[in-house]
């Protein structure tokens, strides 16, 4: 169950405040910890990707990356799985429970925020996974 709670929690993490329309970009860095962000709006002072919803990348200000750095890095397999585990879950009729206000315990989730975490795996599955998988 810790498992799962990590999981929802990590999706959470991945939301931002305001809902994410499909054609919306996504900013992604990584911070001098090695933690990998998220977010609608780009970081102050550090270099970032910005990533469009459905795997291809449609601008950068950090330092070009490979040709091949598309659906085949090895972090976007790993994320890929990671949505589609939560995807599966959040499908499920399973009750699952997520630390929604940061204080460490996990709540129960309600129908509306199923559907919104939902919503978010289904976008990072199109980010991050290739079509047809």
């Known amino acids: 169950m810790r498992l ?3 999981l929802i929690t990590l999706l959470a993490l991945a939301a931002v405040s305001s809902p994410l329309q499909a054609q919306d970009p996504v900013y992604t860095w990584v911070d001098r910890n090695g933690v990998r ?8 002072g550090v270099q970032y ?3 469009g919803v459905r795997n291809q990348t449609v601008g950068t200000d950090a330092t070009k990356a490979p040709e091949s750095a598309g659906p085949e890095r090895p972090e976007d397999r790993v994320s890929c799985e990671r949505a589609r585990l939560a995807l599966d879950q ?3 009729d399973a009750p699952l429970q997520m630390d929604r206000d940061g204080d460490g315990r996990p709540e129960p989730l309600d129908a509306t925020q199923r559907a919104e975490q939902k919503r978010l795996a289904e976008q990072a599955v199109r980010a991050y996974c290739n079509p047809g998988e």
Do not use: I, N, V, W
């Open 4 to 6: 799962l709670a990590g």
């Open 37 to 44: 962000h998220y977010a609608q709006t780009p970081p102050d």
């Open 49 to 51: 990707e910005t990533r």
């Open 90 to 92: 959040l499908k499920s």
